[in-house]
């Protein structure tokens, strides 16, 4: 089982909703990240949070917006999605600091349809 | 790009034989990864290898890394049905060499037919 929790499993959103992804984790990691991974392809990184504080922004469009309220929380907020934007999007989580990493722990991912 | 590129694309055995997957990547690294993703979930971490190191084993997993070929590979000893799977390799850069990046390749989707 993942010790890494995302909220919701599934989304289904129009291009002018609003909404947020969640990602929680509690074994005390301080490096925090969202990739986005679309079907048969690995998973791209979109941002990383080391102390709470964004470290890396992969060059992502503004209609994706982070945040880390605390070490164990990170959301993803979600505005004016293109369909193009539906993929599968994971939480990960690590001990190390970046710029190095060890083990990352990811979440079971929120799958995302734009309509 | 410093991204892996796994080989084969796929690979389908019988249950009971050895899957073995390479990874070939660009530029040099701190350390090596292999993941696994069930299809549509999320991925799980494996075996990790640093740079100064040959090879790994990690129950029925084998791991080598070859620094001057710039290549690993994956060995998976007597297969089973629940190693049905995509397996990835990830790699990072050596501290120092730009700013933070663990690469995905694209990953060998293994079947395994019981």
């Known amino acids: 089982d993942t010790e890494v929790t995302q909220t919701p499993k599934h989304l289904v959103m129009g291009m002018t909703n609003k909404k947020s992804l969640k990602c929680e984790q509690h074994?005390?990691?301080?490096?925090m990240y969202w990739y986005k991974q679309k079907a048969k392809k690995p998973p791209e990184l979109m941002f990383v949070y080391s102390y709470e504080k964004l470290s890396i922004n992969e060059s992502v469009p503004s209609r994706f917006s982070p945040e880390c309220p605390n070490s164990s929380l990170l959301n993803l907020h979600l505005h004016a999605l293109q369909p193009e934007d539906s993929a599968l999007y994971l939480c990960a989580s690590s001990q190390g600091r970046p710029p190095t990493t060890g083990e990352l722990f990811f979440g079971e991912g929120s799958r995302l349809t734009v309509l | 790009s410093q991204q892996g590129e796994e080989d084969p694309q796929a690979l389908s055995i019988q249950e009971g034989e050895n899957a073995t997957m390479n990874c070939s990547y660009k530029?040099?690294?701190?350390?090596l990864q292999w993941y696994r993703q069930n299809s549509g979930r999320g991925l799980v971490h494996l075996i990790l290898?640093?740079?100064?190191?040959r090879e790994k084993h990690s129950g029925r997993l084998r791991v080598t890394l070859d620094t001057s070929k710039k290549s690993s590979s994956l060995l998976i000893t007597a297969s089973r049905a629940a190693d049905t799977a995509s397996y990835f390799c990830?790699?990072?850069?050596?501290?120092?060499?730009?700013?933070?990046?663990?690469?995905f390749g694209k990953g060998t989707k293994l079947s395994v037919i019981p």
């Open positions: 290898i640093r740079s100064n190191e």
């Open positions: 530029t040099s690294i701190n350390n």
């Open positions: 990830a790699t990072d850069r050596p501290p120092g060499a730009g700013s933070y990046q663990l690469t």
């Open positions: 074994m005390g990691h301080r490096a």
